[in-house]
């Protein structure tokens, strides 16, 4: 097969997993997480040949480094308090409940949700996780450690408030 | 929460979330405009970098 079909077989294949990072790291803004994918996606084009190892690692660290750089840019940040999804009423609470974590999740400063999104979602390795995002392994412990508890802490304030309603 | 909650309930978040249809496309139609962008650049710096050359050996 020739480099432009495999890379459309890759895309077509790889994109839904990616779309999915992309959307727990701009905290459920489902365009900017597109944009962002697709962004990636067109850059890793040209270098499709000179990949070497793991297109789908490759996407995956790009995709945190886009995010990264994009995340410094006021204009162009995710909009991530006004990509909080609503809360679900009426019988649909398993959706409710689904949106929670991302709720939860848009809640964390946005390198410590980078990082439980790369270690819990993406399972990458403590070591993956800090290449990635360019920080040290210790930062990555560090920041894992602080974003459990935090996460903790919404999710019991929001079934506090869901149960006093 | 745990780890594997955690682990549990973004894979539940995210379960709907699929990319839109023709993205594959997209992604190859800007890829490929990406790459002639790169490769017309990199012709016009050597073109220019020639011709810059040219000129300075004619003068001297």
Same mark, same amino acid.
Do not use: A, H
């Given at each position: 097969m020739n480099d432009v079909g495999d890379f459309e077989q890759f895309v077509a294949s790889r994109s839904a997993v990616l779309l999915r990072t992309a959307y727990l790291l701009c905290a459920g803004d489902r365009g900017a997480a597109e944009d962002m994918l697709q962004d990636v996606l067109e850059r890793m084009y040209p270098k499709w040949r000179r990949i070497k190892g793991e297109p789908e690692a490759y996407a995956r660290a790009s995709l945190a480094n886009r995010w990264r750089r994009r995340s410094r840019r006021v204009g162009e940040s995710p909009l991530t308090s006004e990509a909080v999804h609503p809360l679900v009423h009426g019988p649909e609470g398993e959706v409710a409940d689904r949106d929670q974590v991302v709720r939860a999740l848009s809640e964390l400063p946005e390198r410590m949700r980078a990082v439980l999104v790369l270690r819990f979602? %993406? %399972?990458?390795s403590e070591a993956d996780t800090a290449r990635a995002l360019g920080c040290g392994a210790g930062t990555v412990k560090s920041q894992t450690s602080r974003g459990l508890a935090r996460l903790r802490e919404l999710l019991a304030d929001e079934n506090i408030m869901n149960g006093s309603r | 929460m745990d780890t594997y909650e955690l682990r549990a309930a973004m894979h539940g978040a995210t379960s709907t979330v699929e990319p839109r249809p023709g993205l594959a496309k997209d992604v190859l139609r800007g890829g490929i405009r990406r790459k002639r962008k790169r490769t017309v650049t990199i012709v016009a710096a050597v073109a220019a970098v020639v011709t810059a050359a040219s000129v300075t050996t004619v003068a001297t």
């Open positions: 979602f %993406d %399972d990458l | -």
